[in-house]
C-alpha cells in the first residue's frame, strides 16, 4: 500500500544558467517531490513518460524506492527549456512540450487509491483533480502550481484548492493569483478559502506559512555553491509533505519543523544540475544540515 501518492510531471530538462547550459537531463514536478520525499517515505508517482524516457532514469527512481505503478508510459515525453540570469529566484520558461501529458487521463492503481497523504505537484489542474477524486479519505491534501496555470487555468485551480489542505504558491505567484502585491493579504485570502495552510517559497529568501494558528518565517540557508534552482520548489514539497507522512503528525509545529526538512533538501538540490546533488545526499547530512538551520533561528 502506497501512503504518500505524488502526480507531476516526469521532464526531459533543457536548463540555461549564467554559468552553463544542460540538455535533457531529468527533470519534473514529481520527480524532485518524490526522490525529495524518498528520504523519509516510500512516495507512489503518478505521470506519464515517453518511449523516448531513458530506462537509467527508471532504475534511479526504483532505486530510492519510488514506487512507479502509476508510471505509464506512450508517446513522447514532456519537455521543459527554462533559464535564469543572476536572481536565480525566477525560472523564465522559454518553451514547454506537453507530449504525453496533452492527453493523459490518470488512472489510480488500487494500491494507492487509500493514501492519506497526497501532493499534487505542478502539472494541469484539471489532471490534479482527476488524481485527488480517486483517492478516497485523504488526511493532508497539498497542492502546488505555476504562472502557466494561473494565467490559463485560473476557474479549474481554484476549484481544486477548494478541495485541498495546504496551498504552496512562490511570491509571485501568490501575488497574482490573489491580485495583489501584498504576502500577508495573499495570505488572508488564501485561508478564506478553507485552507490549513498557505505556504509562499521566497526562493533563496526563504519561507512563509500563513495558517490558521499564526504565522511562521523560515529563512533560506546561505548557500555559497549555487548552481541551478530547478526543482527547488518541489524537492522543498517532497522533503515537507514526506516528513509529515513518516511522522504522522500534521499539527502546525511538526509542519514547521517539516518546513525546513524541505528547506534542507531544497538547498543541496540547488548545489548541482538536474537530480544530480540529491544522487549523492544522504540522510545523514540533511540531519546536519537541519541542526544549522536550528541554530540559525536561535536568538
Ligand atoms: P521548480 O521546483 O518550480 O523549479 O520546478 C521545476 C520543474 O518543473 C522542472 O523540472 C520542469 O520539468 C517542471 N515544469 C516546468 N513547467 C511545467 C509545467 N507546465 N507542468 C509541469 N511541470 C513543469
Redesign the pocket.
Same mark, same amino acid.
Given at each position: 500500500m502506497v501512503n504518500l501518492v505524488i502526480v !507531476?510531471?516526469v521532464?526531459l *530538462?533543457t536548463v540555461q544558467t549564467p554559468f552553463r547550459i544542460v540538455k535533457n537531463v531529468l $527533470? !519534473?514536478?514529481a520527480?524532485?517531490s518524490s526522490v525529495a520525499a524518498s528520504y523519509f517515505s516510500k512516495p507512489g508517482i503518478v505521470a506519464v513518460v515517453g518511449e523516448d524516457f531513458p530506462q537509467e532514469h527508471v532504475d534511479f527512481l526504483k532505486n530510492r524506492n519510488v514506487n512507479l505503478e502509476g508510471l505509464e508510459a506512450e508517446g513522447k515525453t @514532456?519537455r521543459?527549456e !527554462?533559464s535564469y540570469e543572476y536572481d536565480m529566484n525566477e525560472?523564465h #520558461?522559454k518553451k #514547454?512540450e506537453l507530449n504525453s @501529458?496533452e492527453n493523459f487521463n490518470p488512472k489510480l492503481p488500487k494500491s494507492y487509491k487509500k493514501a492519506k497523504y497526497v501532493f499534487l505537484g505542478?502539472?494541469?489542474p484539471e489532471l490534479q483533480l482527476r488524481v485527488l477524486d480517486q483517492i478516497k479519505d485523504p488526511k493532508l491534501v497539498m497542492l502546488d502550481s505555476?504562472k502557466?496555470?494561473i494565467e490559463t487555468k485560473k476557474k479549474e485551480l481554484l476549484k481544486v484548492i477548494k478541495k485541498i489542505d495546504v496551498l504552496l504558491l512562490?511570491d509571485g505567484e501568490a501575488r497574482m493569483l490573489f491580485d495583489t502585491p501584498n504576502l500577508v493579504k495573499a495570505g488572508s485570502e488564501a485561508l478564506k478559502l478553507g485552507l490549513e495552510c498557505f505556504i509562499i517559497k521566497k526562493g533563496e529568501h526563504g519561507v512563509l506559512l500563513f495558517s490558521k494558528e499564526g504565522f511562521f518565517a523560515a529563512s533560506g540557508y546561505p548557500l555559497e555553491n549555487l548552481k541551478d534552482? #530547478? $526543482?527547488? !520548489? *518541489?524537492?522543498f514539497a517532497g522533503g515537507l509533505i514526506g516528513y509529515l507522512e513518516s511522522t504522522q503528525d500534521i499539527s502546525e509545529k511538526n509542519i514547521r519543523k517539516a518546513i525546513i526538512y524541505g528547506s534542507v533538501i531544497a538547498s543541496f538540490n540547488a548545489e548541482d544540475y538536474s537530480l544530480n546533488r540529491l544522487k549523492t545526499v544522504a540522510l545523514q547530512d540533511i540531519q546536519n544540515r537541519y541542526t544549522e538551520f536550528k541554530k540559525m533561528g536561535e536568538f
Open positions: !507531476g510531471s521532464a *530538462d $527533470g !519534473g514536478s520527480v524532485f @514532456f521543459w !527554462g525560472a #520558461t #514547454t @501529458f505542478n502539472i494541469n505555476m502557466l496555470w512562490n534552482p #530547478t $526543482g527547488c !520548489g *518541489d524537492s
